[in-house]
């Protein structure tokens, strides 16, 4: 299974962009989805994720400035971010909770995109 990110850029503060990140290869199904991202220096944070059944979380400091959620086929989450400011500045990685089926049998994976840069400047 591969989660193959886009959207990533450079953008003013004040202005919006859309991540992307698609789940493909394999058979799986979903349990849920996010995104994360780490600056020089800091530790990955969560940012926000959504769950198959569609319930949300987000950090607090982008309440009410992200949005995430599913497409219709919910193999693809996107993030929504508006109102960027200079601290949204990371590298954004995408995280998915998976049921992987082998055969017969499966299993729980989590998996990580490569990671989109997010630059805002001021």
């Known amino acids: 299974v591969q989660l193959v990110e886009s959207g990533g850029g450079l953008v003013q503060a004040g202005g919006s962009l859309r991540l992307s990140c698609a789940a493909s290869?394999?058979?799986?199904?979903?349990?849920?989805m996010g995104w994360y991202r780490q600056a020089p220096g800091k530790q990955r944070e969560m940012v926000a994720r959504?769950?198959?059944?569609?319930?949300?979380n987000y950090r607090d400091s982008v309440k009410g400035r992200f949005t995430i959620a599913f497409d219709n086929a919910k193999t693809t989450v996107y993030l929504q971010m508006n109102s960027l400011k200079p601290e949204d500045t990371a590298v954004y990685y995408c995280n998915a909770d998976l049921r992987v089926y082998y055969g017969l049998g499966y299993s729980e994976e989590e998996h990580w995109g490569q990671g989109t840069q997010v630059t805002v400047s001021s």
């Open positions: 290869g394999g058979t799986f199904s979903i349990t849920a």
């Open positions: 959504i769950s198959s059944g569609g319930g949300t």
